[in-house]
């Protein structure tokens, strides 16, 4: 039986070691097309590319990395919230993989810029998302509370729990979670410290948001 998107939040764990086992082509199939729907979405120019060994910095590929020869170039013209567009639509895509049986690993700076960049659609790129058939499934990172990264002005509806208890499942630079989510009646704003791939991870969290609390229930402040 097939996963939700939505259960995919919570099964979904970064995973860097890799079975040598091809992905049938339905499924790269599927693959294909979801980037083609997330990238209108979006406003991205994510592509897929498949038996690519170089894809990872040469030290990587044998000290921590294993069989990470498939990825997604996470790419887009460069333009106003391009990075968090493209962490919305890779928090889609890594998620989308998961419902297929497939796991991934978000990379945002030990990938091969040189060879990547001349494989992309687009001059902004910022990382790739790896995935395949993983050796194990991965494990639930570190994580703050709730308390820690959200506040919500009056009674805390139970929607906005869920989407700040989703939120707290997606994968940041470093694992660091720099991000605050505020809500007041039906708005919600996210703010996050001003770092490296930090509007990539707002963009990130911003969709396991969405998906724990449902798009119906609140309306986003920018």
Not at 50 to 65: H, N, S, T
Not at 177 to 190: A, C, P, R, T, Y
């Amino acid at each position: 039986m097939s996963l939700s998107m939505k259960e995919a939040i919570y099964t979904r764990h970064t995973v860097r070691q890799y079975k040598k086992k091809a992905i049938p082509q339905p499924i790269l199939d599927k693959l294909s097309k979801r980037i083609e729907q997330v990238n209108q979405t979006y406003n991205t120019k994510i592509s897929l590319k498949c038996d690519q060994k170089d894809g990872l910095f040469l030290p990587l590929r044998y000290v921590i990395a294993k069989n990470a020869i498939n990825y997604m170039i996470l790419a887009s013209d460069d333009r106003i919230r391009a990075d968090e567009n493209i962490g919305e639509a890779s928090a889609d895509l890594m998620l989308y993989a998961q419902t297929l049986g497939l796991n991934t690993w978000w990379i945002g700076g030990t990938w091969n810029h040189k060879k990547v960049k001349t494989q992309a659609q687009a001059d902004h790129v910022i990382g790739i998302l790896v995935f395949g058939y993983g050796e194990t499934s991965g494990k639930p990172h570190p994580s703050k509370n709730s308390r820690e990264v959200s506040l919500y002005e009056g009674k805390e509806p139970d929607w906005f729990r869920k989407g700040v208890d989703a939120a707290l499942l997606a994968p940041t630079a470093l694992n660091k979670q720099n991000f605050f989510l505020q809500g007041k009646g039906d708005e919600v704003s996210i703010h996050t410290k001003e770092a490296a791939f930090s509007l990539a991870d707002q963009g990130i969290v911003r969709y396991f948001f969405e998906l724990g609390a449902g798009k119906d229930n609140f309306k986003w402040i920018y």
